[in-house]
Structures are given as C-alpha cells and as structure tokens.
T-cell receptor, first 113, second 115 residues
Framework: DAKTTQPTSMDCAEGRAANLPCNHS???????VYWYRQIHSQGPQYIIH???NNETNEMASLIITEDRKSSTLILPHATLRDTAVYYC??????????????FGTGTRLQVTL | GAVVSQHPSWVICKSGTSVKIECRSL??????MFWYRQFPKQSLMLMAT?????????EQGVEKDKFLINHASLTLSTLTVTSAHPEDSSFYIC???????????FGPGTRLTVL
C-alpha cells in the first residue's frame, strides 16, 4: 500500500476552515484516498474518499491534485467537536481481503475558541 | 453511513482469563470484518481480517491462537482474547465492510483492562 505523510498537529480557530494536507506521492492508479477521523476514545469515523476528482459531502471537501500525489481535506467551518486525529489513507479499489485500511500517525487537529 | 456496534464497551478481567468481544453490523451485511488494536497515544494496528465463513487472516506478529476470531454470519464477528495478560490491555476496535458500501465502518471500540 502507498504510504502517506501528514503533519503531526495543526490548530484551527472555531468557525474558520481547517485545511489538512496529505502527501501520497507513491499512490498507484488503482488506489483511492480515504479520510477518517478519530475523536478521543472512540472508533474512527469515515469522512470522505476520492479517486481522481474532488469530492464534497455534508462533512467535508476533498481536493486531490491532478497528479494525485497529494490531497487536502477541508472542513469549511470548524467547530470544537471537530477536534480529533485525522487519518489520510490510500487503499486499492478492489475489495478483496488485501484491500484493507492501514493507519498512519495522522494529524491531530485542535480547534480553539 | 452504516452502523457497527461492539459489546462490551469496556471490560476488566483477571490475568489468565478469556474475554470475548462482539462486533455487529446493524444495518448492512458485512462480508469482511477487521479487528484493530490501539495502545495509548498510538495509531490503530490491524490485527486480522476475516471473511464470512472463512478463517481469519492474521497480520504478522499477531498470535492466531491467542486472538481467536469467528465470523460466522454476515452481521457478527467475535474476537476472543485467550489467557489474557496485562500486556493485552488495549483498545480493540472492529470494522466492517459490505457489498453495498465500499467504505469500512468502525465500531465504537472496546477497552480491555487485564489486571
């Protein structure tokens, strides 16, 4: 599986957009970019995923560069409840048992007043 | 999104006893289930992957005789920690993936403390 690199931590003021970068320069053509987050002492929560095109849902937007070597997760109006560790993961498109989510260290986002 | 539950949410047991953790997909059929373990201030580490009706595939370094996984139905998987010891104390999280949703959905986790 391709490896991802994320900043260890970031701060964001409440109400502002939180932009979380992820580098995945060795991503293969058949690998999706997934974003999950984990609030303290809870299971990870799915946020969004994409292959080539930018994606948006009710939680966030995902911007993938044209060469697919990096992406940015955007939380448009961060709130205190968005404080969590955010994981960027690449995973093959097939759904065999080899297609599993491997977690890195993620970015610890702290939203402040 | 789909809902995955775990039971119990926390458990305390004596060293040498066995503990069973249940993972259920509540509103979808989970063809594949995953078990992760997370130690304090660390990331999630995948322990094993199982398909319904098949034997689990364990990650390198995970003892299959110690961590017994059963995925007998499309909505239930169990992880049994046999002869638990204090070093097995951890946060155990299951995840499920079905045919309708390509994403993996995670349970809330089970905190195991072995005294």
């Amino acid at each position: 599986d391709a490896k991802t690199t994320q900043p260890t931590s970031m701060d964001c003021a409440e109400g502002r957009a939180a932009n979380l970068p992820c580098n995945h320069s060795t991503i293969s053509g058949n690998e999706y970019v997934y974003w999950y987050r984990q609030i303290h002492s809870q299971g990870p929560q799915y946020i969004i995923h994409g292959l080539k095109n930018n994606e948006t849902n009710e939680m966030a937007s995902l911007i993938i560069t044209e060469d697919r070597k990096s992406s940015t997760l955007i939380l448009p109006h961060a709130t205190l409840r968005d404080t969590a560790v955010y994981y960027c993961i690449v995973r093959p498109t097939n759904t065999g048992t080899a297609s599993k989510l491997t977690f890195g260290t993620g970015t610890r986002l702290q939203v402040t007043l | 999104g789909a809902v995955v539950s775990q039971h119990p949410s926390w458990v305390i047991c004596k060293s040498g006893t066995s503990v069973k953790i249940e993972c259920r997909s509540l509103d979808f059929q989970a063809t594949t289930m995953f078990w992760y373990r997370q130690f304090p201030k660390q990331s999630l580490m995948l322990m094993a992957t199982s398909n319904e009706g098949s034997k689990a595939t364990y990650e390198q370094g995970v003892e299959k005789d110690k961590f017994l996984i059963n995925h007998a139905s499309l909505t239930l998987s169990t992880l049994t920690v046999t002869s638990a010891h204090p070093e097995d104390s951890s946060f155990y999280i299951c995840s499920a993936r079905g045919t309708v949703y390509n994403e993996q959905f995670f349970g809330p986790g089970t905190r195991l403390t072995v005294l």
